[in-house]
């Protein structure tokens, strides 16, 4: 009891006068002065728990809890008859609905599982069996009341609150709905949540003096609308349904858009066919025209590489001769005729195989290198696992480097020079690195003007660097020219390095 009387304070002790009930498990229930309920252990007399019913409409003004049933508590306030479900701590309103005469009585008595009430101010008495009482508590069931499209009420052909379907035509797309619940004689207690599913995200809840909702504006398409009830405190009843079906226009129903896109798949077919034919037809005789061209241009630009690489070997007999260096020239025309030979057995093919194309670059190079008096050395490294004889490049692809590298490089450069060739694979590619430490292609430019460079114009890369593009055209090829300026720390040249990258599609 310390407990308890601690609690109130002198002047809420003074006016308030509390009523107590054990229920079915032995717990002491309590009214308070602020219009909850307590429940109490009895055996050490402390709160167990506090029920407020602030913001929820029940009003437990004077209330005095007076008998148990099973676990029901009975509970008569100054408006109203209630029962406190002390399993779940739900309220139930018991009022006409349940059998009761008047909503509230001036005295209660439960006795021998009945309860009795008098009405004084009318005179009456009434007692009725619990158990029926109780079981007369029903779930309040929603009913769809009212409806409106258009904001015109809807003709149908069944009553609304039994109707579980809606459709409706594509204009018809705003929406009304009135909703209630049957034979509550106090709506004010009710509380509704409602959802249109595929309109709201979550449910939208009002009380029940404002039952109805409006949706505009729908687009075509199902929804499904869902509205629930409860009175305050109590469970929520089962959903009250209504599907509504828009029909969608004839312009967007799956038919008339698949008739739609066949009608445009098939004449954009006929177009697209009577267009590819038309232009297959143009691109036949352009690609007939530009091969043939293609072809002319490869031939003029072989012939004009072999000429002038012919030019600068018999210079180089020429000179061995004139110096009365008749070992040398013999020895230097033999290997020159070695070249000749494969010059012509080269002059009717586009192509030729690497080994054939390096085999020609050797002869070259060691010309170069007893025309000049082993100014420079050469050194030429393949990768072994290369088969040289399957790789297929356009002919006198690679000498124009070497000679480049010979005139305008190593021999300007003082002392002698060093001369590298090398045949490496990477990946899918094979790559032809001709590498010289000669002067570089800078101070090469600077010097164009003098004495050396008067006899020898390099149109060789020139011609080299087209007759590739023209290859990778007519054979859908990747093949591709690096040139490197090799530099010290300092940014002085160290010469030049050039990477000539084939396919390469043996494995």
Known sequence: SLVITSTFKNDQANS???????????????????????????????????????????????????????????????????????????????NRQNGLILNQGSKELLSNGRVFFTYSGAGITQYAVIENLISSVKNIIPQINLLLVNNKPIQTDTLIQYKKTLSLHHTQNTITINFSALDQEFPERLEYAYMLVNTDKEWTFTNGMNSRVSYANLAPGKYLFKVKAREWGQPWSPETTLQIIISPPFWQTWWFILISLLLFAGSAYLFFQWRINSIRKQEQLKNKFEKELLELEAKSLRAQMNPHFIFNCMNSIKALIQKNEQEKAITYLTTFSKLIRIIFEHSDKREVSLYEEIETCKLYTELEMMRFQHKFSYQLEIDPSIDMKSIMIPALIIQPFIENAIWHGLMPKEGTGFLQIRVTRQGDHIECIIDDDGIGRKTSEQNKSSAFYSGHQSRGVHLTHARLDLDNQLNEKNASIKIIDKTDSKGRPLGTTVVLCFEYLNS
């Open 16 to 94: 308030f006068s509390p009523s107590y009930c054990l229920d079915a498990q032995g717990f002491l229930w309590m009214t308070t002065p602020d219009f909850s309920l307590w429940k109490i252990n009895p055996e050490t007399m402390a709160i167990q728990d506090t029920l407020s019913f602030t913001n929820t409409g029940i009003d437990l003004m004077g209330a005095r809890i007076y008998g148990h049933y099973q676990s029901y508590l009975f509970i008569s306030t100054l408006k109203s008859q209630l029962l406190l479900n002390t399993t779940n701590n739900m309220i139930i309103y018991l």
